[in-house]
């Protein structure tokens, strides 16, 4: 028999970062719970909440394995720490500043780039991250811009537009690294209407587009610019304890609000409640029944548990690809590592080839290393230095093919090259993150109006998480708040619009 539905009943699938926002949100938010306040079930099918954020102890320390940090540029994150009464806790980041892997060794990034797209013409050229011929095609945006011929478009795909304005080498060696890394994907097809639409209106410009970016960065802090010389908040937030500290504490404080906090309860189904405007989920512990329910997981397993609603639903969300990838923490002796590594990690091109010394023909497996203890010095121990290598990539799993044996002794030789490291690592840790990241493909942001309008057809139902409007912490928390007021809102779902 299923659990009766307290007045107000809303479920939250899903523990994840969206999950809990949407949680908080539904308990009062800011505010707190008050007497017209619902009744929050979280279910979470894991026995562990926070999804992607997580933290495994390495040594004396707990070390992120998921995002090492969130953006101080977008308030979500840092607002829902403050209000759930962890303000004390944020750390801000202790370094600044990147280098590339640009022919065969490491080069600065230059303080002008807007998500990796250059803003300034000199400081991109003395870095020589793009040689002779990508410098001269660079200058041709400052002394004769290219005029865009295709016209105003809904969406293009990042890499193409970049290259037609600035050159290939742009697009391999600053923004595909930065951009590509974030979402663990290639810019030749990845949404600029959803990744960075700030480049689809200075396309039409009929200036330089560096120039045009230069000015549009100025009037956007959250567009990702560097060297703007803006006060603020910093560039990144951690915890004390580790990003993936959020996920508990933010557990515990629902728990003290009076929101049930299942972990280790999936849901096999949802359907609608016969004798009653609601739904009916099926849960290992019984049937659950709610007035409302926000879905916050994954693409794959919303479709799973739509498709019998909505077929067509269910067939927008399998569209919605994922990467899968891996990091690899290695704790090297602080004798011998070098001393003349800038800022907080190194970025390396997807198509880097790897010297014949490596005995492993190809691109590297290694698509970003960080510095952990320069980026957060509370990470950091005397006489150690910590290296995380990022892996894995949509289209590229090699890394997944290889045991944890194979794959830490891999990384070990590319950091060694990349690096410039001499000793072996004391050390070492591998987390696998399978079908992590989703793929923000050309036009994603109509696949997503589509999804919520069909979700929102059904009343009492909504959508949230990394899948449809942002993959980083604060847009994912924005996501689960936005979704949560959609099905608080007495005018229905969708009342407040789509989710930021």
Known sequence: MAEPAAPGTIAVVGGGIAG?????????????????????????GSGRLGGKLATERFGEREVDVGPDGFLGRRPEAAALCREAGLGDELVAIGGSGAAVWAGGRRRTLPGSL???????????ARSRILGVGGSLRLLVDVLLPRRDVRGPLGDRAIGPLVANKLGHRVVDRLVDPMVGGIYAGGVDNMSAAAVYPLLLGIAQHPGGF???????????????????????????????????????????????????????CSV???????????????????????????????????????????????????????ASVATVTLAYPAEGFPEDLVGTGLLVPVHSATPESLGAPGPYLVTACTYLGV????????????VRASVGRFGDD????????ELVARVTAEVGVLLGVKTAPRA???RRWPDALPQYRVHHLLRVTGIEA??????????????????????CVASGRAAAREVLSPEGPGADGPVP
């Open 20 to 44: 809990l926002a949407a949680a908080w949100e539904l308990s009062g938010g800011a505010d707190g719970p008050g007497p017209g306040s619902p009744r929050v079930v979280l279910l979470e």
């Open 114 to 124: 807007a998500m990796g797209v250059p803003t300034r013409f000199l400081p991109t």
């Open 210 to 264: 560096m120039r045009a970016l230069r000015r549009a960065s100025a009037h956007a802090p959250g567009a990702g610019g560097a060297g703007d010389g803006e006060a603020g908040p910093p560039a990144f937030w951690s915890l004390r304890d580790g990003v993936g500290s959020l996920g508990p504490r933010l557990g515990e404080a629902l728990g003290r609000r009076g929101v049930s906090v299942r972990t280790g």
């Open 268 to 322: 096999g189904r949802l359907e609608r409640a016969t004798s009653s405007p609601g739904w009916v989920l099926d849960t290992p512990q019984g049937p659950l029944t709610a007035d409302a329910v926000v879905l916050a997981v994954p693409a794959g397993p919303a479709a799973d548990l739509l498709s019998p609603l909505d077929a067509e639903v269910g067939a927008l969300l399998r569209g919605i690809d994922y």
């Open 375 to 386: 980026k957060w010095p509370h990470c950091a121990r005397p006489g150690e230095r910590l």
């Open 398 to 405: 090699r890394a997944m093919a290889l045991d944890d044996g």
């Open 428 to 430: 070492a840790m591998v």
């Open 454 to 475: 069909a979700v929102r057809r059904f009343g009492g139902l909504a959508v949230a998480g990394a899948a449809y409007r942002g993959v980083g912490i604060p847009a």
